[in-house]
């Protein structure tokens, strides 16, 4: 039996120019998933107004945290690929975007017609929302290839120890006088809906405190990040909290953000860079990040682990 892993990352426009940028939104944001608003009334807003205006900006950000390797997310997704392969020598381990090349659909199809009768799909995205995974579950549905998914690996211990290790690691380094723990935003509604999303990060932050007995509780908050659109996404935001610790008189802050599994356009310039400015013009004084996951060889033992259960689990 020849064993696949397929790893889902979200994707990225295909060069930092405005038109790639135009066209990764237009898929992006055209997604039901992401974007629930019935389409004959978001379509012309869509097109009519956030395209013209944002392709343009979005490039800048773009051409800010390009690499000559290309995309960070994408580089660091190629990256995790080669260390999972590594570790499981007799799979055959690939990786999919769901927005952009390689397709996910296609990929899967051919990992099967390469002989994979027993395919494992990873997305790496560690807490579920239908915000992102959905539009993962119902592209591989269009393969027609079987395959087993693995939902969410928010609670899985090795992910904690390991992301438990950065953040205490970062800790030490300051006397830092908040620890904020920024997850990626999600609509309201979807929340209202349903949606574990804002359950699972919190646990991911409580999984975090549990590992680091020396980190006081007291000086942590789950916030979110990277809202989009004039509509409540889920509170409380990181730049309005960023802000209000600097009223308080907290100037040192230290923040990691779980839901990123690699550096990307969120990390890199929402807040490397705009968070940044804004935490400082506020008065802040100390601003430092812990760094995704990235290649770490570490996490791609975590990946290896999480599928290798997964397939025992399967034919227990």
Known sequence: MQQGLLLVNLGSPASPQTADVRAYLKTFLSDRSVIEMP??????????????????????FYQHIWTKEGSPLIVYTQRITQQVQAQLTDWDVRYAMTYGE?????????????????????????????STHDSI??????????????????????????L???????????NFDAVLFSYHSIPSAMVAHGDPYPTECQATTQGILDRLPDLPADKVQTVYQSKFGPMP????????????????????VLIATPSFVADCL??????????????????????KMVPPMNDDPRFAKVLAGLAQRKVRDDHA
């Open 39 to 60: 389409p004959a009334l978001w379509q012309p807003i869509l097109r009519g107004m956030i395209l013209p205006l944002r392709s343009w900006r979005s490039a800048t």
């Open 266 to 287: 969120e990390t890199l310039e929402e807040d490397y860079v705009q968070n940044y400015q804004t935490f400082k013009a506020s008065g802040g004084d100390t601003f």
């Open 164 to 174: 438990a290790d950065q953040v205490g690691q970062a800790y030490q380094q300051e």
């Open 233 to 252: 996404w889920q509170k409380p935001y990181l730049k309005n909290t960023l802000m209000q610790l600097v009223t308080l008189g907290k100037r040192r």
């Open 102 to 130: 390689p397709d996910i659909a296609q990929t899967l199809k051919s990992m099967a017609q390469a002989g994979c009768d027993h395919i494992v799909l990873l997305p790496l995205f560690p807490q579920y929302t239908q």
């Open 137 to 162: 579950f119902r592209q591989a549905a269009t393969s027609q290839v079987p395959l087993t998914t693995i939902r969410h690996f928010y609670q899985d211990r090795a992910y904690l120890d390991l």
